[in-house]
């Protein structure tokens, strides 16, 4: 006997105000669709795809949109089921975006700043005592 479910997607991205947007994919049984082969499609371009990848064990799956508009996910199992859903991204780099990053050549947020620059400290002390010790250990040698 065959046995045959539909699809359900949910536009899971929210109102955190993150650049990041997400799908959730399911089978109707509330099931994921665990590894789904997803395709992404611009709006710039919908029949374009840019971008292909697996959903997660969840049935996620999630996109960083590089321009603003509706973009179409396209996710297949492999067994015959797709799901198919338009989400919506605003202008990248726009105000309410990714409070704790920031864009390729953009300024560095501030937890960013402190941790590089302790790791830069530590480095630095790291070398020097390395090079103490070394020195240390060559002058007993003679």
């Known amino acids: 006997a065959a046995y045959g479910?539909?699809?359900e997607t949910t536009d899971m991205s929210g109102e955190t105000g993150s650049a990041v947007r997400a799908a959730?994919?399911?089978y109707s049984t509330g099931e994921p669709m665990m590894y789904a082969k997803v395709k992404l499609f611009p709006p710039s371009s919908p029949e374009t795809e840019v971008l292909s990848g697996i959903a997660d064990r969840r049935g996620f799956f999630c996109f960083?949109?590089?321009e603003a508009g509706e973009w179409?996910?396209?996710a297949e199992d492999g067994m015959g089921h797709k799901?198919?859903?338009?989400i919506r991204a605003g202008a990248p780099g726009a105000?309410?975006?990714?409070?704790?990053?920031s864009p390729p050549g953009g300024k560095p947020s501030r937890l960013f700043a402190a941790?590089?620059?302790a790791s830069l400290i530590f480095n630095i002390f790291a070398l020097?005592?390395?090079?103490a010790a070394l020195n240390r250990k060559k002058s007993h040698a003679h």
């Open 5 to 7: 479910h539909g699809v």
């Open 24 to 26: 959730l994919f399911l």
């Open 64 to 66: 960083m949109p590089d």
């Open 72 to 74: 179409r996910l396209e």
């Open 83 to 86: 799901g198919t859903i338009a």
């Open 95 to 101: 105000s309410g975006e990714s409070a704790g990053s």
């Open 115 to 117: 941790v590089f620059g």
């Open 128 to 131: 020097w005592y390395g090079a």
